[in-house]
Structures are given as C-alpha cells and as structure tokens.
C-alpha cells in the first residue's frame, strides 16, 4: 500500500490547485471528490445508479466546466452532499478509488477525506483562506460574464455555512490536520509549504523513501 494524502478546506482555498501539484510533484494519482458530488448533482441520479467508481468518473469526463462549476450546480452540490445516503455511497466510491490506486499513491482533496473517507491517511492538510479572497479567485477563475463577484462571494459564503454545519461529515479541522492559511500567498509559495509538510509526514509514518 501506498501512501495517502487527504486535503480538505472550503471553496477556492486553492485546495485543488494544490492537491494537483502534490500528486504530479511525487507521480501520484489525484481524485477531486467535490467534482463527484458536481456530477451527481448535474445529473440528479438516482443513487442505484452509483455503484461503480470508474463508471462516475467517465461520466464526470464528459461533462463541462461550466456545467459543474456554474454557482448553481456549486449550490446543488452543497445541497445534495447533506444527503446522509449520497454521503455513505460517496465514501464508498472513494475508497474503491483509493484501492484501485494503492500501488501508485493517491491523493483526494474535498470536505471530509481526513475525517471520513481516510480518516488514517499518513498526511492530513487542511487548506483555508479568507472568504473575500476565496471569492475573488473564483470570480477570476469562471470567466462568466452572467457572474457577479457578489453572487460568487454569497453563494461561497452560503455553501461555506452549509458544510461547516451539516450534521454529517462537516467541514472540519482537527489536530490531525496540518493548517496551510493561503491567504496573500502566491500558488508557489503555498505549494513549497505543502510539499515540505507532505514530506515531513511522509518520514514520520515510514514513507521515507517516497521523498
Ligand atoms: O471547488 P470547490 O471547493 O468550490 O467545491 P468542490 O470541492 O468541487 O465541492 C462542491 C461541493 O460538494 C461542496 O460545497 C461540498 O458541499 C460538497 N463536497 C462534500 O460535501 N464532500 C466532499 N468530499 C467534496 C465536496
């Protein structure tokens, strides 16, 4: 088995941006498990459907940006995901990801993947922000002439309290967590922090020949 880096923190902390770095930096496989609640939400499937891992992710391909990150698909997404029966078969998805990758190295960047999905995994971190910054680089990030940085920034706010207070997996941080603050930090800088903290723990749980 190899190891497992999970990532967690609220929208447009940089999570994914860096979750990407991390994986391509020490040749492992990436799962962004918010694009499957994305996919879920778009096609408002019935969860009988979601039985295989590989089939969700085909799906998921052939789907735009604008389709899954449009705000109201963002807004459906948060929706869904308090769903306690799409939460229980998500995880499941997820660690059949995790398995069909274990000899490569994987990591997945979400909501609950340090608390739920791999509470074990050898490297927690969770990447945060402020909300107005959060909100601005999503702005810049959509190019949508029909957005405005207002309804970015309240939709964030809105899924941001959604996540943080759903009874089920919410969006949390413990002391297993190593807390990257992004805030005023260019994408490089952060990722320097987050590959020294990802090797750190590395060494720490017997990976060492990983770094
Ligand atoms: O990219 P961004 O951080 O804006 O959102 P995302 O990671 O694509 O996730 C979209 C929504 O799915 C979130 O607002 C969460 O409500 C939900 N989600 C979740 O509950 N658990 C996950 N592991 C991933 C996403």
């Known amino acids: 088995m190899k190891p497992v880096v999970a990532i967690d923190g609220p929208a447009g902390s940089g999570k994914g941006t860096l979750a990407r770095m991390i994986a391509s930096h020490f040749s492992f496989v990436y799962l962004d498990t918010g694009l499957l609640y994305r996919t879920v939400a778009f096609l408002n499937a019935p969860l009988t459907e979601l039985k295989d891992i590989r089939k969700l992710l085909d799906i998921t391909a052939k789907l735009t940006e604008e389709q899954l990150r449009s705000p109201e698909n963002s807004a459906r997404a948060s929706d869904i995901a308090k769903n306690p029966e799409v939460r229980d078969i998500m995880t499941h998805l997820q660690r059949d990801f995790i398995q069909l990758y274990n000899e490569k190295g994987v990591v997945l960047d979400g909501r609950d993947i340090g608390t739920v999905v791999v509470p074990d995994a050898c490297c927690k971190l969770f990447v945060t922000a402020d909300l107005k910054e959060r909100a ?3 702005f810049a990030d959509l190019k949508n002439e029909n957005t405005t940085f207002d309804e970015v920034y309240n939709n964030m706010k809105l899924r941001d309290a ?3 207070s759903r009874k ?3 969006l949390t941080c413990d002391k297993t967590y190593i807390v990257i603050d992004t805030t005023g930090q260019s994408v490089q800088e952060s ?4 590959r020294e903290e990802v090797k750190k723990a590395f060494v720490n749980s ?3 020949s990983f770094v």
């Open 136 to 138: 601005k680089r999503r």
């Open 162 to 164: 959604q996540d943080k």
């Open 168 to 170: 089920i997996a919410p």
């Open 191 to 194: 990722f320097k922090i987050c």
């Open 206 to 208: 017997g990976y060492g």
